[in-house]
Protein backbone atom coordinates (compact mmCIF):
# COMPACT_ATOMS: atom_id res chain seq x y z
CA UNK A 1 0.00 0.00 0.00
CA UNK A 2 0.90 3.65 -0.45
CA UNK A 3 2.50 4.25 2.47
CA UNK A 4 1.65 8.28 2.46
CA UNK A 5 -2.05 7.01 3.07
CA UNK A 6 -3.65 3.87 5.14
CA UNK A 7 -7.28 3.06 5.55
CA UNK A 8 -7.91 1.61 8.75
CA UNK A 9 -11.15 -0.65 9.71
CA UNK A 10 -12.63 0.21 12.58
CA UNK A 11 -14.22 -2.44 15.22
CA UNK A 12 -16.37 -0.19 17.98
CA UNK A 13 -17.33 -2.35 20.66
CA UNK A 14 -20.73 -2.67 22.47
CA UNK A 15 -21.46 -5.38 24.72
CA UNK A 16 -19.05 -7.31 23.22
CA UNK A 17 -20.14 -7.15 19.50
CA UNK A 18 -18.97 -5.25 16.90
CA UNK A 19 -21.32 -2.14 16.06
CA UNK A 20 -21.50 0.84 14.41
CA UNK A 21 -23.85 3.73 15.48
CA UNK A 22 -25.40 7.06 13.17
CA UNK A 23 -24.41 10.03 14.72
CA UNK A 24 -22.67 9.05 17.66
CA UNK A 25 -26.49 8.20 18.86
CA UNK A 26 -27.16 5.53 21.14
CA UNK A 27 -30.27 3.34 19.68
CA UNK A 28 -29.04 3.73 16.28
CA UNK A 29 -26.85 1.13 16.70
CA UNK A 30 -26.43 -1.74 14.05
CA UNK A 31 -24.67 -5.07 14.84
CA UNK A 32 -21.49 -6.81 12.74
CA UNK A 33 -20.72 -9.64 14.92
CA UNK A 34 -17.90 -10.89 16.75
CA UNK A 35 -14.65 -8.53 16.98
CA UNK A 36 -12.33 -11.07 17.23
CA UNK A 37 -13.36 -12.50 13.39
CA UNK A 38 -13.87 -8.85 12.36
CA UNK A 39 -9.96 -8.17 13.24
CA UNK A 40 -9.03 -11.32 11.57
CA UNK A 41 -10.84 -11.11 8.65
CA UNK A 42 -9.52 -7.32 8.30
CA UNK A 43 -5.92 -8.78 8.71
CA UNK A 44 -6.69 -11.61 6.06
CA UNK A 45 -7.73 -8.41 3.65
CA UNK A 46 -4.41 -6.84 3.89
CA UNK A 47 -5.28 -4.18 6.57
CA UNK A 48 -2.24 -2.82 8.40
CA UNK A 49 -4.05 -1.55 11.37
CA UNK A 50 -7.17 -1.89 13.14
CA UNK A 51 -8.74 0.97 14.82
CA UNK A 52 -10.82 -0.87 18.26
CA UNK A 53 -13.47 1.69 19.99
CA UNK A 54 -14.84 0.44 23.12
CA UNK A 55 -18.27 2.12 22.92
CA UNK A 56 -19.84 1.07 25.86
CA UNK A 57 -16.89 2.86 27.40
CA UNK A 58 -17.02 6.09 25.88
CA UNK A 59 -20.37 6.46 27.06
CA UNK A 60 -19.77 5.34 30.96
CA UNK A 61 -16.31 6.28 31.31
CA UNK A 62 -14.33 3.56 31.91
CA UNK A 63 -13.02 0.20 29.57
CA UNK A 64 -16.03 -2.63 29.57
CA UNK A 65 -14.74 -4.63 27.25
CA UNK A 66 -10.94 -5.04 28.20
CA UNK A 67 -10.97 -8.74 27.23
CA UNK A 68 -12.51 -8.57 23.81
CA UNK A 69 -9.33 -6.14 23.10
CA UNK A 70 -7.40 -8.41 24.95
CA UNK A 71 -8.25 -10.96 22.93
CA UNK A 72 -7.76 -8.95 19.64
CA UNK A 73 -4.38 -8.13 20.17
CA UNK A 74 -3.22 -11.59 21.02
CA UNK A 75 -5.10 -13.33 17.70
CA UNK A 76 -3.55 -10.90 14.98
CA UNK A 77 -0.63 -9.70 13.96
CA UNK A 78 -1.34 -6.35 12.74
CA UNK A 79 -0.96 -2.78 14.71
CA UNK A 80 -3.82 -2.01 17.01
CA UNK A 81 -5.21 1.70 18.05
CA UNK A 82 -7.41 1.40 20.85
CA UNK A 83 -9.73 4.46 22.30
CA UNK A 84 -13.30 4.75 24.47
CA UNK A 85 -13.26 5.42 27.94
CA UNK A 86 -9.83 5.64 28.26
CA UNK A 87 -9.51 8.35 31.57
CA UNK A 88 -6.17 7.18 33.71
CA UNK A 89 -2.13 6.74 33.03
CA UNK A 90 -2.90 3.16 34.39
CA UNK A 91 -5.22 2.15 31.86
CA UNK A 92 -3.14 3.77 29.20
CA UNK A 93 -0.03 1.98 30.13
CA UNK A 94 -2.17 -1.38 30.62
CA UNK A 95 -2.92 -1.01 27.05
CA UNK A 96 0.71 -0.51 26.11
CA UNK A 97 1.60 -3.67 27.59
CA UNK A 98 -1.33 -5.66 26.28
CA UNK A 99 0.05 -4.79 22.88
CA UNK A 100 -1.92 -2.20 21.62
CA UNK A 101 0.62 0.55 19.34
CA UNK A 102 -1.18 3.65 20.16
CA UNK A 103 -4.14 4.40 22.65
CA UNK A 104 -6.20 7.60 21.93
CA UNK A 105 -7.50 9.98 24.98
CA UNK A 106 -10.74 12.03 23.94
CA UNK A 107 -12.65 13.13 26.99
CA UNK A 108 -9.63 12.89 29.24
CA UNK A 109 -7.47 14.86 26.79
CA UNK A 110 -10.01 17.55 26.64
CA UNK A 111 -10.15 17.99 30.89
CA UNK A 112 -6.44 17.33 31.34
CA UNK A 113 -4.27 18.21 28.46
CA UNK A 114 -1.31 17.69 31.04
CA UNK A 115 -2.23 14.39 31.07
CA UNK A 116 -1.46 14.36 27.19
CA UNK A 117 2.10 15.95 27.52
CA UNK A 118 2.79 13.31 30.99
CA UNK A 119 1.80 10.31 28.86
CA UNK A 120 3.50 10.92 25.39
CA UNK A 121 6.99 12.26 27.20
CA UNK A 122 6.65 8.71 28.82
CA UNK A 123 5.50 6.70 25.93
CA UNK A 124 6.60 8.44 22.76
CA UNK A 125 4.83 8.50 19.48
CA UNK A 126 1.98 6.24 21.05
CA UNK A 127 -0.68 8.61 22.49
CA UNK A 128 -2.98 10.14 19.76
CA UNK A 129 -5.72 13.04 20.64
CA UNK A 130 -9.35 12.12 19.52
CA UNK A 131 -11.35 15.27 18.71
CA UNK A 132 -14.76 14.56 17.87
CA UNK A 133 -16.78 17.42 16.29
CA UNK A 134 -20.52 18.41 16.30
CA UNK A 135 -21.31 21.62 14.06
CA UNK A 136 -17.80 22.48 14.72
CA UNK A 137 -17.48 22.21 18.49
CA UNK A 138 -15.46 19.29 20.19
CA UNK A 139 -17.85 17.02 22.04
CA UNK A 140 -17.06 14.80 24.67
CA UNK A 141 -18.53 11.76 27.42
CA UNK A 142 -19.73 9.83 24.55
CA UNK A 143 -20.26 12.49 22.22
CA UNK A 144 -23.13 14.00 24.23
CA UNK A 145 -21.47 17.07 26.01
CA UNK A 146 -20.36 20.20 24.35
CA UNK A 147 -17.30 21.82 24.98
CA UNK A 148 -17.33 24.61 22.87
CA UNK A 149 -13.17 24.28 21.55
CA UNK A 150 -12.65 24.68 17.97
CA UNK A 151 -11.19 21.18 16.60
CA UNK A 152 -8.10 23.33 14.84
CA UNK A 153 -7.34 25.39 17.66
CA UNK A 154 -7.37 21.85 19.61
CA UNK A 155 -4.93 20.08 17.30
CA UNK A 156 -2.57 22.66 17.56
CA UNK A 157 -2.36 22.66 21.45
CA UNK A 158 -1.97 19.00 21.30
CA UNK A 159 0.65 18.90 18.93
CA UNK A 160 2.24 21.07 21.06
CA UNK A 161 1.75 19.45 24.55
CA UNK A 162 3.37 16.09 22.31
CA UNK A 163 0.34 14.10 20.94
CA UNK A 164 1.49 11.47 18.04
CA UNK A 165 -1.62 12.49 16.01
CA UNK A 166 -4.89 13.85 16.08
CA UNK A 167 -8.26 11.15 15.49
CA UNK A 168 -10.43 13.72 13.77
CA UNK A 169 -14.29 12.42 13.41
CA UNK A 170 -17.13 14.55 11.97
CA UNK A 171 -19.92 13.29 14.01
CA UNK A 172 -22.50 14.96 12.12
CA UNK A 173 -22.06 12.39 9.26
CA UNK A 174 -21.24 9.32 11.13
CA UNK A 175 -22.37 6.17 9.72
CA UNK A 176 -24.71 8.33 7.62
CA UNK A 177 -23.05 6.71 4.81
CA UNK A 178 -24.23 9.81 2.84
CA UNK A 179 -20.40 11.36 2.28
CA UNK A 180 -17.44 13.26 4.15
CA UNK A 181 -17.23 16.97 4.37
CA UNK A 182 -13.17 17.72 4.75
CA UNK A 183 -12.99 21.44 5.10
CA UNK A 184 -12.13 21.04 9.17
CA UNK A 185 -9.01 18.62 7.90
CA UNK A 186 -8.13 20.67 5.21
CA UNK A 187 -7.56 23.38 7.90
CA UNK A 188 -6.15 21.36 10.54
CA UNK A 189 -3.46 19.88 8.07
CA UNK A 190 -2.35 23.17 7.20
CA UNK A 191 -2.17 24.29 11.19
CA UNK A 192 0.17 21.49 12.25
CA UNK A 193 2.76 18.49 11.37
CA UNK A 194 1.45 15.43 13.19
CA UNK A 195 -0.84 12.65 10.87
CA UNK A 196 -4.36 13.59 10.78
CA UNK A 197 -6.83 10.25 10.65
CA UNK A 198 -10.15 11.53 9.84
CA UNK A 199 -13.76 9.73 10.16
CA UNK A 200 -16.88 9.98 9.72
CA UNK A 201 -19.36 9.76 6.73
CA UNK A 202 -16.92 7.81 4.49
CA UNK A 203 -19.01 5.83 1.64
CA UNK A 204 -17.49 5.61 -1.67
CA UNK A 205 -13.60 5.82 -2.58
CA UNK A 206 -14.22 9.56 -3.65
CA UNK A 207 -14.84 10.41 0.24
CA UNK A 208 -11.54 8.77 0.76
CA UNK A 209 -10.03 10.45 -2.05
CA UNK A 210 -11.12 14.04 -0.34
CA UNK A 211 -9.91 12.66 2.94
CA UNK A 212 -6.40 12.48 0.94
CA UNK A 213 -6.55 15.21 -0.98
CA UNK A 214 -7.38 17.67 2.53
CA UNK A 215 -4.32 16.35 4.01
CA UNK A 216 -4.95 13.38 6.13
CA UNK A 217 -2.56 10.82 6.51
CA UNK A 218 -5.60 7.66 7.03
CA UNK A 219 -8.67 7.47 7.43
CA UNK A 220 -10.77 5.36 10.03
CA UNK A 221 -13.69 3.52 7.58
CA UNK A 222 -16.37 1.37 9.18
CA UNK A 223 -19.91 1.64 7.89
CA UNK A 224 -19.12 1.48 4.52
CA UNK A 225 -17.01 -1.62 4.44
CA UNK A 226 -19.92 -3.84 6.87
CA UNK A 227 -22.59 -2.35 4.39
CA UNK A 228 -20.64 -3.54 1.39
CA UNK A 229 -20.87 0.33 -0.08
CA UNK A 230 -16.92 0.06 -0.68
CA UNK A 231 -14.87 -3.22 -0.09
CA UNK A 232 -11.69 -3.97 1.25
CA UNK A 233 -10.11 -5.06 -2.41
CA UNK A 234 -11.03 -1.77 -4.10
CA UNK A 235 -9.92 0.33 -1.27
CA UNK A 236 -6.39 -1.08 -1.88
CA UNK A 237 -6.06 -1.47 -5.45
CA UNK A 238 -6.79 2.83 -5.32
CA UNK A 239 -4.52 3.48 -2.68
CA UNK A 240 -1.75 1.60 -4.85
CA UNK A 241 -2.71 3.85 -7.73
CA UNK A 242 -1.52 7.04 -5.42
Known amino acids: MNPLFEVIPAIDIQNG ?3 QLVGGLRGTEKYYGDPIE ?48 IRTEERVTELLEMGAERVILGTAAIENPTL ?8 PKCIMVSLDSKGREIVVEGWEKKTSLDPVKAAKMYEEVGASGILFTDVD ?46 AVVGSALYERSISFEEITEWIESL
Open 17 to 19: KTV
Open 38 to 85: CALQWEEMGAKTVHIVDIDGAFEGEIKNKSTIERIIGNIDISVQVGGG
Open 116 to 123: VKVLSDKH
Open 173 to 218: VEGKLEGVRGGVIEEMARSVEIPIIASGGVASLKDLEIFYRAGASA
